[in-house]
């Protein structure tokens, strides 16, 4: 239950295209749900993050859609450049031993935007 | 500023051996953790730290203690090295005024059990 399914697994996109990666969970517990951006050999790095009272968030190229009765939230990366070529990682977050908040994390998408 | 950094990059150990991976944050940060990558897998909670001298036990504890005598320092430890402990291992710290989503990542250690 507190899973976070993530899909898909890899992803190539071509320069000028949109990205797209959905993830979907269960635990209705979970108030925040962050993406984090992971380039090869470095640590992930928070991307953009929504509330589940809000439907859509944008940061520049950058869109979290969320579906709260669906319990689905995507990240669309429109006009897709080679330098967003990463791995995505979809997290959920939750109250944790009661002092602080637990990051479930997807399994991760590969995405490969091509010139 | 050198935000959260991980001593040391690489190591191979042989089954059985020990080692104790650094972490170490300049943000003045009260909460620490750290974490394990495997392939398909994304990132587990192994151990976390709400404060100098408090830590608590994450997904994936087992085989792994920690400990946090400063602030600034988070250090996790394998007492017997075994090869479903080779993974890439991260450390992540968040602020406590701000809501700890968002954590922020050392750039790894890639450790190999033979």
């Known amino acids: 239950q507190q899973q976070v399914k993530q899909s898909p697994q890899s992803l190539i996109v071509q320069k000028g295209g949109i990205s797209i990666i959905n993830c979907a969970y269960e635990n209705t517990a979970f108030d925040y749900f962050p993406w984090y951006q992971q380039f090869p050999g470095k640590g992930p790095a928070l991307l953009i993050a929504?509330?589940?009272?809000?439907s859509e968030k944008k940061e520049g190229r950058f869109t979290i859609s969320f579906n709260k009765s669906a319990k689905q939230f995507s990240l669309h990366i429109m006009d897709s450049q080679p330098g967003d070529s990463a791995t995505y990682f979809c997290a959920a977050s939750m109250r944790y031993g009661g002092a602080t908040n637990k990051l479930i994390f997807g399994t991760g998408t590969l995405l490969a935007v091509q010139p | 500023n050198a935000g959260v950094t991980q001593t040391p990059k690489f190591r191979v150990l042989k089954t059985g051996q020990s080692m104790t991976l650094l972490c170490a944050q300049d943000?003045?940060?009260?909460?620490m953790y750290w974490y394990r990558q495997d392939p398909g897998m994304g990132l587990r909670l192994i151990h976390y730290s709400v404060g100098e001298g408090t830590t608590a036990k994450g997904e994936v504890p087992d085989g792994y203690n920690v400990s946090r005598l400063k602030k600034q320092n988070f250090l996790l430890g394998l007492e017997s090295a075994a090869p479903s402990q080779t993974s890439v291992y991260f450390c992540?710290?968040?602020?406590?005024?701000?809501?700890?989503?968002?954590?922020?990542f050392g750039p790894g250690t890639r450790l190999t059990v033979t």
């Open positions: 929504i509330r589940p009272d809000v």
């Open positions: 992540a710290s968040s602020d406590q005024r701000r809501s700890s989503y968002e954590q922020y």
């Open positions: 943000m003045n940060h009260e909460y």
